[in-house]
């Protein structure tokens, strides 16, 4: 028997989605697991019940990601229940699509705020922590479109492109004490936030992916799995497109 302590990850954005499919994947590996949601409350406690077993424990927390102070409280709660935190995927993520000419303020920030100021949010807070045990897994979802672009869609591009370079020089500050950062891009995922895509523009999106499908929200979650394992402990600061082929 090892005498290592059961090892913790912490998922923004667990309650639904390529989230929640990485909780039901980390806890089934074996991890604990804390993770944030915004407002699906109910979703996220019966998740967090159905998972947690006498092997490992799932917890769910509500904390808006997009806030700095409320991130801070959520890393100080994950390490009070669970004494540490080996590895934080930043998952947490919105849309508001619209074409530049009728994109408001407001969809701006809020976007850039909820998908990559929570980034800078959440890793900073885990910093410490990740310093004192001497490594940690940082995983941040961007997409494909923070590479490729995509018409209706440049705050959501411009966020997801700013984890990439967030994720590359993290990866350089803290490489030196063994934590690792890399990002992952998913292409087409099936989720509630392609599922609000209009049907002719989903085909047309099919013609396009090499591999003839959207991914499933479990492809992303086995990729986050490798990332926070023992089998990749020589990558990081790099940026793994998951995305059947569409973007190669
Ligand atoms: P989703 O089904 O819409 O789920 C989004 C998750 O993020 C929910 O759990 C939601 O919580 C949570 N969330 C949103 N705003 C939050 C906030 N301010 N604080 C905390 N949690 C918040 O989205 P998804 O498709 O699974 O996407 C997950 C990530 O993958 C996102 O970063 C997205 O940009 C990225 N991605 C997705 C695709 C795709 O095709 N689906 C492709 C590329 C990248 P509530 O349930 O409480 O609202």
Redesign the pocket.
Known sequence: MSDSPTPTILV????????AAIVRRMAQSGWNVAF?????ADSAEALAAELSSDGVSVKAYA????DFEQAGQLVDAVLKDFGRIDALVN????TRDNLLLRMGEADWDLVIQ??LK?VFNLTKAVTRPMLKQRGGSIIN?T?IVGMIGQAGQANYAASKAGIIGFTKSVAKELGSRSIRCNAIA????E????DALPEDTKAEYFKQIPLGRFGK?EEIADVVHFLASGHSTYLSGQVLSVCGALNC
């Open positions: 923004t954005g667990g309650s639904r989605g390529i989230g944030s949601y915004r407002s699906s904390s808006d990601a997009a998952n947490a993520g919105i909820t998908n929570s979802m997409s998913p292409g087409f995922i989720t509630d936030m392609t929200p």
